[in-house]
Nanobody
Framework: QVQLVESGGGLVQAGDSLRLSCAAS????????MGWFRQAPGKEREFVAA????????YYADSVKGRFTISRDNSKNTVYLRMGILKPEDTAVYFC???????????????WGQGTQVTVSS
């Protein structure tokens, strides 16, 4: 039901920052757990960050903890990923995703965006 469209990717230098946006179609956006994933060439898609319905809880992969910040604005049906101190190993296609259910319970992300390329040069 929900459609997701990422934007904000691009080519940056190591140490730079970038903010990705993911706009969702109208619906029950506020009742979806939102997440960001990434996939580097030759690697499986990996989890990056997730945020609960009311932004009261977040969770990050160890590889980005302290550097990335996930946030959401339910009034705009948008989730963001602020990426700082970018490293070449952050180079990947970044996907936003949505799932129903509670942030505090395991669940499957059923809705995915098309992805946006982030390339970090050294």
């Amino acid at each position: 039901q929900v459609q997701l469209v990422e934007s904000g990717g691009g080519l940056v230098q190591a140490g730079d920052s970038l903010r990705l946006s993911c706009a969702a179609s109208e619906g029950t956006f506020s009742r979806y757990v939102m997440g960001w994933f990434r996939q580097a060439p030759g690697k499986e898609r990996e989890f990056v960050a997730a945020i609960s319905w009311r932004s009261d809880s977040t969770y990050y992969a160890d590889s980005v903890k302290g550097r990335f910040t996930i946030s959401r604005d339910n009034s705009k049906n948008t989730v963001y990923l602020r990426m700082g101190i970018l490293k070449p190993e952050d180079t990947a296609v970044y996907f936003c995703a949505a799932r129903k259910g509670s942030f505090y319970l395991m669940g499957t992300y059923d809705y995915w965006g098309q992805g946006t390329q982030v390339t970090v040069s050294s």
